[in-house]
């Protein structure tokens, strides 16, 4: 029995490090700190994971909690606005955490390999040009405020040649260069290193959506043919395509004969990473890859907050503070402190004001006059009592 016990728990300390390794982590930026009244703080939040770049989806007021000086705040009121955009609904809000400074969703990540291999043979060349072009239209329309960045790899024949054309940018989201490359560039003579190709593109476009925190696409378009300095690539694709979750679509052109290849991966390619294998001659392909399109590919939402609440701090000549932590799964997330505003909003201020956020964006049908009230009770309420000392940690 007690040998049991010792296995047991070996292996969950074997587990620990994994499982720490496998739990998300989040961050908590605060901003835009401002008076909007005697005592009501207004300040802006965003919560991202930091493996994906991605926001968290829209949390309730129940999941934070904003401590002053160090101590829980409970005897203050809070009005917390989630302000979400989406491709749907493109309406951009100021939420200074970007080199944009402006929330809206964005279009995905995604790399396009082609394969221009001479060995595919006419007209098949053409058509692979002609279906990347293609695919690239079918995500003109999503996010135009923030298109889809895209990255374009084509499989090399020797090793002289590289798989990111000199002309091309390495990701943009002006789909008309990715176009022009992709038109211009020559065919590569004999057999390509498809699945290297695919490797690198799997790897660059998983990286580059980290950066921008949106979903990463690998959109692969030959006959699947496997040269000798490609194989045994396929383990390693799909290896670092699902531990960045990066889906792969494949596109079969070429021979009939070639597709039917055991040679031909790209069925397994995607199927082993949650993607779809589009097959079918030109005259029915590009319906395919707008079915797979609609049903794999989404743009990202992203989500903002404008939150305000009362403030209890003494008036005197001290610096206060305040900081807001997030819960998330039963684990809770600190932002960096900033100083509580002494100084109350001016006219001239590009911030816009609480009220007019409600109205624009949440409310939605609810009078504002009732959060309104609830930041008025709030602040009369707050005017008549003494904070209450809460040790930290307390009220979760």
Request: charged share 20%; with cysteine; aromatic share 6%.
């Amino acid at each position: 029995m007690k040998t049991w016990i010792l296995r047991c728990s070996l292996a969950l300390l074997l587990l620990s490090p994994v499982l720490t390794y496998a739990q998300a982590a989040y961050e908590v930026k605060l901003t835009d700190a401002q008076l909007l009244d005697d005592r009501v703080v207004n300040f802006k939040m965003r919560v991202t994971n930091t493996a994906t770049g991605q926001d968290v989806p829209p949390l309730e007021t129940g999941d934070i909690a904003i401590y002053q000086d160090g101590q829980l705040l409970t005897d203050s009121q809070m009005v917390m606005n989630a302000i979400t955009t989406d491709a749907t609904h493109p309406t951009s809000h100021t939420i200074p955490f970007d080199s944009q400074n402006v929330l809206r969703a964005s279009g995905a990540t995604i790399g396009l390999v082609t394969d221009l291999s001479v060995a595919l043979g006419d007209p098949f060349i053409g058509e692979v040009r002609t279906a990347a072009e293609g695919w690239i239209n079918l995500g003109n329309a999503v996010s135009p405020n923030d298109p889809e960045s895209i990255g374009l790899f084509i499989p090399r024949s020797s090793n002289s040649q590289a798989t990111r054309p000199a002309n091309a940018p390495e990701f943009d989201r002006d789909h008309n260069k990715i176009i022009g490359v992709l038109r211009t560039e020559p065919p590569r003579d004999g057999a390509t290193n498809l699945y290297g190709a695919v490797l690198e593109a799997v790897t660059a476009t998983a990286a580059e959506a980290k950066k921008r925190g949106t979903d990463s696409y690998v959109i692969v378009f030959g006959d699947g043919s496997v040269t000798p300095d490609s194989a045994g690539l396929f383990s390693q694709i799909v290896d670092i395509a699902n531990k960045n979750n990066t889906i792969i679509i494949a596109v079969g052109i070429g021979k009939p004969e070639n597709l039917d290849k055991a040679t031909n991966q790209l069925p397994n390619l995607a199927s082993s990473t949650n993607g779809r294998y589009v097959a079918g001659g030109a005259d029915v392909r590009p319906m395919n890859m707008e079915q797979a399109y609609k049903a794999i590919v989404k743009p990202v939402n992203r989500t903002g907050y404008d939150v305000a609440f009362v403030h209890t701090a003494p008036r005197d000549d001290k610096q206060h503070t305040f900081q807001v932590k997030v819960t998330i799964a039963g684990q809770t997330w600190e932002s960096s402190t900033l100083p509580i505003p002494t100084d109350v909003l001016t006219t001239t201020s590009e911030f816009i004001p609480l009220s007019q956020i409600q109205k624009d964006y949440m409310l939605r049908g609810i009078p504002a006059a009732i959060i309104l009230a609830a930041v008025t009770t709030a602040l009369a309420t707050a005017t008549r009592r003494r904070p209450t000392r809460i040790e930290p940690g307390a009220g979760k």
